[in-house]
């Protein structure tokens, strides 16, 4: 119970209302969102009540000098209004008029889960270096860093190895007729650390009427229970470790690069005068979920706009779907403009790159063959892709996408999708975000 | 969140004079609040408070998280603006915002206070009764009549639906969307009639059928008086009637909630049949319906309510300087802003409408005296009465606007004057140079703000009409009590305006508000216009600027919350068990796309198949094209409609006009569309 609760049902209520994903790239109306929130129409979200026509009910409105028969735009706020901020199209049917907001990382999530896309954008540009864990190790730093677990388990390695049971060695020296050279020979065998200096020093120490304590070692060995260094450890426990400055390593931090996903896409269009509104209305639809696809993959998204009639000019987003220019086309003029570009301001090394240019696949002649084709090999990027948009099937000069698509059949990095209707948008959205994947 | 705490603690330190003194004003100016608790929140909490209808604990709904949403979209554009909210509630509640400044606190807390007035008072608010019928004694020691304990109420719901909500053996979802059908028909109860409860328990002599009434009263053993009394010829027809009459209710229901709720039923999908609802549908369909009663008044008082508390908002700030210098251009600004906003703002629509209300009735008053000087008549008045004379002996004397400069000469045998609070500003109790109005009576405050002498209104009373003079002389017969204009203007009672208001927020709502107040005058002043949609261009367009276009079209608005009525016509239609809505019908026709859907859910609470009769306008095709070829309005033809919803399917078909002729008001017509439009 609770404000959180019933925010959270209402965003359930709100998605089980929402329009289909597919269904609003296709039809829906773009042209509510912005590059960071993208709007989907709820279906009457609110529960419906007894109301009035609104087209039949008419209002009333405030303002100097009206006169009758002059327009007044959408019907103004009245104060019987529940709310007073509902903005839908007047008499249209049951209130469509609220949005389902996401930004475009939801967008993305959404589209892959819904196109089974699996698009996983590379970090390029390192863009810090920063102290990772302190899991690297050196000989040398401040006492503070100094990792005594690893020099205390160092020392007591060494201690394992350099230790032995020192009265099981003096019980040999006091087997009949052996001397140090004998004892120190015997040890060896038996891989007893032991050096011949000690033996030597215990053999002297040894008072004399001990040395023939036993007949043979065969006696001793029977007799005396050889206690190992372990057990013994553990018994009496460790008095002294001997740690070595050799042993001794300081932690320092991993140097961890910091890699962005950053991406450039770059938009290209025909603007030219065989590119009429519908075919227009087709780009926009393909390329702005692109568009939000990728800028809710990537950290750091950029947008880069070409036009091209037979020349290519840079524009900004908000005029560049809505161009509209006379003159003929030569794609390639978009492709040297791109190159330019990418190449001063993306590198390939620090940026991902998308090039995507739509048009009806009308070229100047010969000019897809020469030209485009080897921009096109040239220009380093993640995905090229050409979409077609000819609503009313092919024109007979129009062969760029085909001569695309024949001469990169093999390569991973072009798609080439068709669109004449808002119906083949979904696809040609998938075929271009799939090509990358493999 | 300690820091909050403090931060709270010294805002709500500062407010703690401002709320007792902007009491005592309030009712030294003749208004009689509930007391309010006031309560300092943050923006979060305000936005959270506005999602939930004002009140802390509400029943779990999307609804809420809905509102709450908007609500922060909308405060993304308009930045934290200076909310007020105070419920309909004994004591009230109010709610300030931590974020604003102290002006706009005190601005608050006068508004606060005369809309606490104005739930007392109002006779629509006293509709509505929790049932208790409470009595307490408020701060004057005066019995008074206790209103609803509605956060009580309210959080009690929530309680019990949460409970169904967590009940294992109820599914949560089912619970919401039971809710949600209920809450599609939330406006369809009889707001005109007090509220009272739908027993849950049924009725005994309902239950037994074909039993007869008469005998079982005799069991019970009554003595006559009771019998008579209660039970009485009259509801033993009644009994009678039930039984015989197949077609129920016997009039129009307009509380289909309440109706609902009597004979209402569930569909069960398995039996494929309807079947009793369950005791906690029942529970919760009621529980709706209450709060639909208690909220109801507020929607219908809207105008008049904003009004109210803008109008004493106003005065308190500005004619009693409530703000200090200071704050006083803060306030303004924020005043400006409330009722500058476009569209139809309730805000400044009702305060215009009490000023006019208030200016006129003085004028009455003004008038009256006049009339009643010897030789004056409404015939030769504007010639014998100089407006500038009378202007000049309604201003109130210097020590009633300037009270500090002049304590020392003040009479405290002045009806006018306040002896106690005299005393007391004499002893140096408090600072009179803030609080004037406290060696003032209710009579001195209404001198002191005497409307008609401000100088917006200075020439109102020139500007009456022979006609509004000929018909206040109509009806005097002490018409020469008077030697003078002096002598009369001697008489004049400066309250009868406050009076007049406070008659008149205790009796009307919004609708009979604007249908008595909403003058020419006003229209014209405020450049109110009307508009239409129009088939010729496609748009919107103005139709109309006359005053009694603007009302009509404005009243639409008003009448039954905005909406259609809808009404409960035969819960036994065909005599199949059917239930049949009836939309009657005012010119206007219904958004039809929605009401489908409404009855899709009354389905759900009816159990069997849902009607609803209608009347929509139909326009042909080609008179449409023609129209708009002359660039006229095609003539729409009225159709009647029956929609049936049967659990399936919607199907609409077309019904013989004598089905429908009775739905149709013939004395209203809300179109204002110019005749000469017409094709």
Redesign the interface.
């Known amino acids: 119970?609770?404000?959180k609760?019933?925010?959270?049902?209402?965003?359930?209520?709100?998605e089980e209302r929402r329009q289909d994903l597919a269904e609003f790239i296709q039809y829906g109306d773009l042209g509510q969102s912005r590059g960071d929130s993208v709007r989907i129409p709820i279906k009457?979200?609110?529960?419906?009540?007894?109301?009035?026509?609104?087209?039949?009910?008419?209002?009333?409105?405030?303002?100097?000098?009206?006169?009758?028969?002059?327009?007044?735009?959408?019907?103004?706020?009245?104060?019987?209004?529940d709310?007073?901020?509902e903005d839908g199209e007047?008499?249209e049917?049951?209130?469509e008029h609220e949005y389902y907001e996401m930004d475009p990382e939801e967008f993305a999530e959404e589209l892959d889960e819904q196109l089974g896309l699996d698009l996983e954008p590379k970090g390029k540009k390192v863009i810090e270096e920063k102290e990772g864990d302190f899991t690297d190790i050196t000989r040398t730093g401040p006492s503070s860093t100094l990792d005594f677990e690893r020099l205390f388990k160092k020392g007591l390695k060494r201690k394992l190895a350099m230790d032995f049971d020192e009265d099981y060695v003096r019980e040999a020296l006091k087997v009949e007729g052996w001397g140090p050279a004998t004892v120190y020979e015997w040890a060896r065998e038996r891989n007893i650390p032991v050096s011949k200096a000690w033996i030597d020093d215990a053999y002297d120490d040894l008072p004399s009427d001990e040395k023939a304590v036993w007949d043979s070692i065969e006696e001793m060995e029977d007799n005396v229970e050889k206690v190992e260094t372990s057990q013994r450890i553990r018994r009496e426990g460790v008095d002294q470790i001997p740690f070595r400055r050799e042993d001794e390593r300081y932690r320092y931090p991993e140097i961890v690069e910091e890699r962005e996903k950053n991406v450039v896409v770059v938009n290209i269009r025909d603007v030219s005068g065989s590119m009429r509104q519908k075919k227009r209305e087709l780009v926009e639809r393909t390329f702005t979920p692109l568009d939000w696809y990728l800028t809710g993959k990537y950290d750091n998204a950029e947008f880069v706009y070409i036009a091209h009639d037979a020349d290519a000019w840079e524009v900004e987003r908000d005029e560049f779907f809505g161009i509209r220019s006379g003159g003929g086309t030569r794609i390639s003029s978009a492709y040297e403009l791109a190159a330019e570009i990418l190449e001063e301001e993306y590198p390939w090394s620090e940026w991902n790159r998308y090039v995507f240019a739509a048009g009806d696949s009308e070229n100047s002649s010969n000019d897809t063959e020469e030209k485009v084709i080897p921009l096109m090999k040239q220009i380093p990027a993640n995905l090229h892709a050409y979409v077609e948009t000819q609503p009313s099937g092919n024109a007979i000069n129009a062969t760029h996408a085909e001569e695309v698509e024949r001469n990169f059949r093999d390569a991973d990095n072009v798609a080439v999708a068709y669109v004449s209707s808002p119906e083949d948008v979904v696809d040609a959205i998938y075929d271009i975000l799939s090509t990358e994947d493999q | 969140m300690n820091n909050d705490r403090f931060a709270k603690q010294r805002i709500a330190d500062d407010l703690d004079e401002p709320v007792e003194e902007a009491g005592n004003l309030a009712r030294k100016l003749g208004l009689k609040p509930y007391p309010v608790n006031y309560w300092i929140v943050d923006y979060d909490e305000m936005n959270e408070l506005i999602a939930y209808g004002g009140f802390q604990q509400r029943y779990p709904h999307w609804r809420w998280g809905m509102q709450y949403d908007r609500q922060q979209k909308q405060g993304q554009f308009l930045g934290g603006k200076a909310f007020e909210i105070v419920n309909n509630d004994d004591p009230a509640h109010a709610f300030l915002q931590e974020s604003n400044t102290l002006a706009d606190q005190k601005a608050v807390i006068t508004h606060v206070e005369a809309h606490a007035d104005f739930f007392a008072n109002n006779e629509w608010f006293r509709m509505f009764t929790d049932g208790s019928s409470r009595t307490t004694t408020d701060a004057s020691g005066e019995d008074r009549r206790r209103g609803p304990d509605a956060a009580g109420m309210l959080a009690r719901h929530g309680d019990t639906i949460q409970e169904y909500m967590q009940d294992p053996d109820i599914k949560r979802a089912e619970v919401e969307r039971f809710i949600d059908h209920v809450l599609c028909l939330e406006d369809n109860i009889d707001q005109h009639v007090p509220y009272s409860p739908v027993e849950t328990v049924p009725e005994e002599f309902e239950d037994i059928e074909g039993a007869d009434v008469t005998d079982q009263l005799d069991d019970l053993d009554l003595s006559e008086e009771v019998k008579r009394q209660v039970f009485d010829d009259e509801w033993l027809d009644a009994q009678r009637d039930d039984d015989e009459n197949v077609t129920f209710p016997a009039e129009p229901e307009k509380d289909v909630l309440g109706f609902l709720r009597k004979h209402g039923m569930q569909y069960d999908e398995d039996a494929e049949r309807a079947t009793e609802m369950e005791d906690w549908q029942k529970e919760l369909l009621e529980l709706l319906r209450r709060e639909a009663y208690y909220f109801a008044p507020q929607k219908m008082t809207k105008v008049m309510n904003e009004g109210w508390a803008s109008y004493w908002e106003s005065l308190m700030m500005t004619g009693e300087q409530f703000a200090g210098d200071d704050e006083f251009i803060l306030y303004s600004d924020h005043m400006s802003k409330v009722l500058g906003s476009g569209g139809l703002n309730p805000y400044s629509l009702g305060l215009e409408i009490w000023e006019y209300v208030e200016n006129t009735e003085n004028r009455r008053e003004v008038i009256e005296r006049l009339l009643r000087v010897e030789g004056i008549t409404w015939r030769n008045f504007d010639e014998s009465v100089d407006y500038e004379t009378v202007q000049e002996h309604l201003l109130p004397p210097e020590w009633l606007t300037d009270v500090p400069s002049h304590l020392d000469d003040l009479d405290p045998e002045d009806p006018r004057v306040d002896s106690d609070g005299l005393a007391a500003a004499r002893d140096g109790e408090f600072d009179v140079e803030q609080y004037p109005w406290k060696v003032l009576t209710y009579e001195g405050l209404a001198h002191r703000h005497y409307s008609l002498v401000k100088p917006q209104y200075r020439g109102f009373v020139s500007r009456i009409g022979q006609e509004e003079l000929e018909r206040t002389a109509r009806y005097m017969f002490d018409d020469s009590r008077y030697d003078s204009v002096e002598e009369a203007l001697a008489d004049v009672d400066y309250t009868r305006g406050w009076e007049r208001m406070r008659e008149i927020r205790e009796s009307h709502n919004d609708v009979t508000f604007l249908d008595e107040f909403l003058t020419q005058e006003f229209v014209d002043d405020n450049d109110y216009f009307t508009y239409e949609y129009t088939h010729a261009s496609g748009d919107y367009r103005v139709t109309s600027t006359d005053h009694e276009d603007v009302k009509k079209k404005l009243m639409l608005q008003f009448t039954n919350f905005g909406k259609p009525t809808v009404v409960v016509e035969d819960g036994n239609y065909q005599n199949r068990n059917e239930l049949l809505l009836a939309h009657q019908y005012n010119g206007v026709m219904l958004d039809i796309g929605q009401a489908k859907e409404v009855l899709k859910r009354t389905f759900e609470l009816w159990g069997r198949p849902v009607n609803l009769l209608t009347i929509v306008k139909e326009f042909d095709d080609h008179d449409v094209e023609v129209a708009k070829r002359r660039d006229r309005e095609p003539e729409p033809e009225e159709v009647g409609k029956r929609i049936r919803y049967d659990g399936d399917e919607v199907t609409v078909t077309d019904v013989d006009w004598s089905e429908v002729e009775h739905l149709t008001a013939t004395d209203i017509d809300y179109n204002t569309k110019p005749d000469e439009w017409l094709a």
């Open positions: 119970m609770g404000l609760d019933d925010l959270e049902r209402y965003r359930d209520v709100g009457i979200v609110d529960l419906p009540e007894f109301e009035y026509d609104q087209r039949d009910q008419g209002g009333v409105g405030q303002g100097e000098g009206a006169e009758e028969g002059d327009p007044v735009g959408q019907p103004q706020p009245q104060p019987g209004d709310d007073g901020d007047p008499g049917e049951g209130g």
